[in-house]
């Protein structure tokens, strides 16, 4: 069958391998930079001391202050530091969370983003921000700051904890699912949507069994950078929605939330999307998309039910209120009912059948 759409080309460079750390002042020396502030969170000093050894005399300054969130006060601190030094560019290192950080001084500067990502969260692949002020999250697009350059190596990932790289993979799956329905989906991030959830639930197993697998580091690696682009190419639906409302009502852990609803969100839509589910069911190499999620899920080890990360059975009611309450798109229209009932089936950790 035909099909009409639009397909928007973000322009980034994407150096990728095991060892490919070991290009990054080639990589900056390619962009005319000379002046770098590299970022990390504290917990990730020692990979920002790595990267201003690569880097010599280009690296002005380390800025270990990275939070999760990016709080505008951190964001203000970085951009002052910013100035001060006179940088004429960012090295952020680490997760989504030291990525947004160079996200909020690029938006405001310009200052172009050398991303190293050590995490599955895909956020070096788009142009979109988050800054969190007074309690409330406010996330936009700009594409000042999409990362010019991108390095992907698999070797900075191995230190990832197993529990933590599960639930971040499951976070990038969700990227690939709901890019397969988007309202503006398009066969070319269909392609690459349906090949990152195949190479993320081929990696994410073995990573679970053995931590320091290479090839699965890879592999899931790999998947992790085509679920940004997914992410950053066209819209999300229910299930972001979701999670953006766990996580920003509830407090709720990012990576587990999305791990936790995803096959219930993934059921809820499966009779209005049939082509996408079929897709999904083949990635996973599982008979049905929701199920196949939900069992891939628990053979890693991650939590399924939302009562395990500490949600209460009474925010169920506020929560579907919460996110029925403005319309949105998605494949299956929203009722307030739907949502419960699958909240509450997520809550317990019930298998979608
Ligand atoms: P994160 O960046 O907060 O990292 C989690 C923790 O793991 C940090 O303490 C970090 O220092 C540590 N860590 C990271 N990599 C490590 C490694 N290889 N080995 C050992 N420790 C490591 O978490 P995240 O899940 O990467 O990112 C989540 C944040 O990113 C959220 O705020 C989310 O909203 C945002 N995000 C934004 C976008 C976007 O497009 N703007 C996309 C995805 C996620």
Known sequence: MMQNFVYDQLLCRVVFGAGSFGTLAAEVDRLGLSRLLVLSTPGQSRLAEDAGRHLGSRAISLYP????????????????EARRLGVDGTV???????????????????????????????????????????????????????????IYDPILTLGLPAKVSGPSGMNAIA??????????????????????IRALAR???????????????????????LAGISLGAVGMALHHKLCHTLGGSFNLPHAETHTIVLPHAVAYNSGAAPEAMARIARALSAA???????????????????????????DLDK??????????????????????RLLEDAFHGRRPS
Do not use: F
């Open 65 to 80: 202050h990275a939070k999760m969130h990016v709080p505008i006060e951190t964001a203000e601190a970085a951009r002052a």
């Open 92 to 150: 952020a290192i680490g997760g989504g969370s030291t990525i947004g950080l160079a996200k909020a001084i690029a938006l405001e500067s310009g200052l172009p983003i050398v991303a190293v990502p050590t995490t599955y969260a895909g956020s070096e692949m788009t142009p979109i921000y988050g800054l969190t002020e007074g309690g409330a999250k406010r996330t936009g697009r700009d594409p000042k700051v999409l990362p010019r350059t991108v």
């Open 175 to 196: 990227h690939c699912v709901e890019a397969l329905y988007a309202e503006n989906a398009n066969p070319v991030i269909s392609l690459m949507a349906e090949e990152g």
């Open 203 to 225: 990696g994410l197993p073995r990573i679970a069994v053995d931590p320091g697998d290479r090839d699965a580091r890879g592999d899931a690696l790999y998947g992790a950078w």
């Open 288 to 314: 049905e998309a929701a199920s196949g999620l939900y069992d891939l899920a628990a053979s890693i080890g991650a939590p399924l039910a939302l009562e395990e990360i500490g949600l209460q059975e009474q």
């Open 319 to 340: 929560a579907a209120e919460i996110a029925t309450r403005n319309p949105y798109y998605n494949p299956r229209p929203i009722s307030r009912e739907g949502i419960r």
